[in-house]
Antibody, heavy 118, light 103 residues
C-alpha cells in the first residue's frame, strides 16, 4: 500500500528550529515529486512549494522563502522540511503530498503538528 | 488565496450540494478538489476538472468553465461532511475552503 509516513509532533520555543521528515512506503521517493502544505489551526490549506526528488532542487511558494528549507536525505529515501527561527505563527500541521500521475496530489502524509510557544 | 469559495454549504441528505470555486480565467486551468474530514489528511475527490479518482463515488462530479469551477455532490450523504478545497494546478494554490454540512 502506497503511503507517506511523517515524523511525530514537535513542541518548540520561538527562535528554535524544527526538521520534519516524510518517508514513502510502497514506492521509491525519486519516482514522484514531493510537495509541502501548511494548515494553521482552524485555517485552510497553504501550498508551501515542492522538491524535485530526482535532483533535490526545491521551489518555494511566495511567503515560504528564507526560513523554510526542503531537502532529501543522502540515501534519497526521505524528504525533509526544516523551519528555522520559529515564530508562534508557524504553529500548524504540515503535510507532505505526492504529485500523482497527473495534475493532482494523490497521496498525503498524516500530517505533523508543530506547536511553537514560549 | 486567489481562489474564492463560499465558507459554508448546507444540504439535506439525498439532495444536491454544489460548491463553486472562482478565479481569473479558471476555466483555462486544470482544477482538482480535495475533501478533508476533521483531524484527517485531505483526500483527492476530483482531478483535471471532472475526472474521479478510483474509489470516489459517482455522486461526485465536477465542471470548469469561464471563471468558475464547480464540484457537485448529487445525493449527499452524512459521510460527505467536511471541508472541500479546490486547487488550480498551474499555481498549486488552494481555494479558501468550503465547509459542507449534511443536515
Amino acid at each position: 500500500q502506497v503511503q507517506l509516513v511523517q515524523s511525530g509532533s514537535e513542541f518548540k520555543k520561538p527562535g528554535a528550529s524544527v526538521k520534519i521528515s516524510c518517508t514513502p512506503s510502497g514506492y521509491t521517493l525519486s519516482s514522484y515529486t514531493m510537495n509541502w502544505v501548511r494548515q494553521a489551526p482552524g485555517k485552510g490549506l497553504d501550498w508551501m512549494g515542492w522538491i524535485n526528488t530526482d535532483t533535490g532542487n526545491p521551489t518555494y511558494a511566495q511567503g515560504f522563502t528564507g526560513r523554510f528549507v526542503f531537502s532529501l536525505d543522502s540515501s534519497l529515501r526521505t524528504a525533509h522540511l526544516q523551519i528555522s527561527d520559529l515564530e508562534t505563527d508557524d504553529t500548524a500541521v504540515y503535510f507532505c503530498a505526492r504529485v500523482g500521475d497527473g495534475f493532482f496530489f494523490d497521496v498525503w502524509g498524516q500530517g505533523t503538528l508543530v506547536l511553537v510557544s514560549s | 488565496s486567489d481562489l474564492s469559495q463560499p465558507p459554508s454549504v448546507s444540504v439535506f441528505p439525498g439532495q444536491t450540494a454544489t460548491i463553486d470555486c472562482s478565479g481569473d480565467n479558471l476555466g483555462e486551468r486544470f482544477v482538482c478538489w480535495y475533501h478533508q474530514k476533521a483531524g484527517q489528511s485531505p483526500v483527492l475527490v476530483m482531478f483535471r476538472d471532472s475526472e474521479r479518482p478510483s474509489g470516489i463515488p459517482e455522486r461526485f462530479s465536477g465542471s470548469n468553465s469561464g471563471n468558475t469551477a464547480t464540484l457537485t455532490i448529487t445525493g449527499a450523504q452524512a459521510l460527505d461532511e467536511g471541508d472541500y478545497y479546490c486547487q488550480a494546478w498551474d499555481s498549486k494554490v488552494f481555494g479558501s475552503g468550503t465547509k459542507v454540512t449534511v443536515l
